[in-house]
Each structure stands twice: as structure tokens, then as C-alpha cells.
């Protein structure tokens, strides 16, 4: 079971908006619509923003969006703030009730 | 609102068992919409998924961690465990405990632990 592939980090300037890519195999990103999202702050724990590939959970931006192609995902942010500066996982169901992750993004807000 | 609380030692000797415990509060662990997982974070680095539990017992793990994970419920404590056998210092980590939530589709971790750092040296 091998991680899924994102960017070790992107940057934008605060209102701009960023993609973060997930890359995975026919065996799990591009075989589902399971791919989940997740931000991580320095020292907390992570915090859902994305489920089933694109959609939020109660009380997350709406700045916050997610899409799928082929064996890719992305989360898209738009109108970056400062506060979105952290640690971005994606998630994939990978098939036999197993999981994987990727190995996270560092968003920086310029 | 649910709240999770891992806890167990902070520091187990290479080759022995890591064993933690996650406590559920404000919810039932006994639901039939949830998984109840465990993930890991080394140092530094990314996220990985270590194993997930139903109520009713049944178990998923990560193949790549070699059959040394267990994971159990206890349902009349509203807790679930994780041991890792056979620890090496590549096993030092927080470790998070987290819900999984039927979310119409698949799971997703919807509800965490704040972690705990789990640290493998003699």
C-alpha cells in the first residue's frame, strides 16, 4: 500500500486561489468517489474539510472545494487567507476495508 | 458533542507491545454508522492509516504494518485499543484515534483525538 502523491508544497498571496493535487492508482483514487480531505494546523489534530470527493461537512468554508479526474483528486482554495496556511492530507479508500493516505501539502499564505 | 481521548504510555523499549486506549465520549460507540480508527503521524512526516474497528468487532488493518496490529472494542467502556507488537524506533509517532463516519457513501474521519506521542527507545 503505497501513499498517495501530493505536492510537498504550494503558495499563494492572500485572496488567490491554489490546487492541491492527489495522485493515486486504478486501485484506489481513480476506483472510488471516497477521496476525503484534511487540514492540519502545527501541534492539532486534523480536521475534515472534504468527504466523498467533493463534498463539505457542516461549517467548512465554502472557499473549500473538492473535484476528481481519472486517478487524481484535488482540493481547490479560493480567496486564500491567512488561516489557511497548514498541513493539507487527501484520503482514499483503497479497496479490502483499507485506507491510505497521502503524504501532505504544506500551504503557505504569501 | 463527541469527544475522543487516546491515552496509554509515552514510551515503550524496542520489541515490545505499544498498547493504547481510546476513550469515546458524548456518543455511543456501539452505532452502526461508524468505524472507529487508528492513525499515526512520525515526526515531522505525513499521516497513515493504521486500522479501524466496528462495533461489533470486525477489523481492518493496514497490510503494510504485517499483521502486528490489533484492535478491540470494548463496547461497556465506550473504548477501543490498538496494540502494535514487536516496536522499532520507525514506530515512534502520535498516535491519533479518530471516527469514521457512513457518510453516504464511503467513511471519513470526522471526529479526532488531540494524539498522543507514543516514543520507542531502550
Known amino acids: 500500500q503505497s501513499a498517495l502523491t501530493q505536492p510537498a508544497s504550494v503558495s499563494g498571496s492572500p485572496g488567490q486561489s491554489i490546487t492541491i493535487s492527489c495522485t493515486g492508482t486504478?486501485?484506489?483514487?481513480?476506483?472510488?468517489?471516497?477521496v476525503s480531505w484534511y487540514q492540519q494546523h502545527p501541534g492539532k489534530a486534523p480536521k475534515l474539510m472534504i468527504y466523498?470527493?467533493?463534498k463539505r461537512p457542516s461549517g467548512v468554508s465554502t472557499r473549500f472545494s473538492g473535484s476528481k479526474s481519472g486517478n487524481t483528486a484535488s482540493l481547490t482554495v479560493s480567496g486564500l487567507q491567512a488561516e489557511d496556511e497548514a498541513d493539507y492530507y487527501c484520503?482514499?479508500?483503497?479497496?479490502?476495508?483499507?485506507?491510505?493516505f497521502g503524504g501532505g501539502t504544506k500551504l503557505t499564505v504569501l | 458533542q463527541l469527544h475522543l481521548q487516546e491515552s496509554g504510555p509515552g514510551l515503550v523499549k524496542p520489541s515490545e507491545t505499544l498498547s493504547l486506549t481510546c476513550t469515546v465520549s458524548?456518543?455511543?460507540?456501539?452505532?452502526?454508522?461508524?468505524?472507529w480508527g487508528w492513525i499515526r503521524q512520525p515526526p515531522g512526516k505525513g499521516l497513515e492509516w493504521i486500522g479501524s474497528?466496528?462495533?461489533?468487532?470486525?477489523?481492518y488493518d493496514n497490510p503494510s504494518l504485517k499483521s502486528r496490529v490489533t484492535i478491540s472494542v470494548d463496547t461497556s467502556k465506550n473504548q477501543f485499543s490498538l496494540k502494535l507488537s514487536s516496536v522499532t524506533a520507525a514506530d515512534t509517532a502520535v498516535y491519533f484515534c479518530?471516527?469514521?463516519?457512513?457518510?453516504?457513501?464511503?467513511?471519513?474521519?470526522?471526529?479526532w483525538g488531540q494524539g498522543t506521542l507514543v516514543t520507542v527507545s531502550s
Open positions: 479518530a471516527r469514521q463516519a457512513y457518510d453516504g457513501s464511503g467513511y471519513s474521519f470526522d471526529y
Open positions: 458524548g456518543g455511543s460507540i456501539s452505532s452502526s454508522s461508524y468505524y
Open positions: 474497528i466496528y462495533y461489533n468487532g470486525g477489523t
Open positions: 486504478n486501485s484506489d483514487v481513480g476506483s472510488n468517489n471516497l
Open positions: 466523498g470527493g467533493s
Open positions: 484520503c482514499s479508500f483503497a479497496g479490502s476495508g483499507t485506507w491510505v
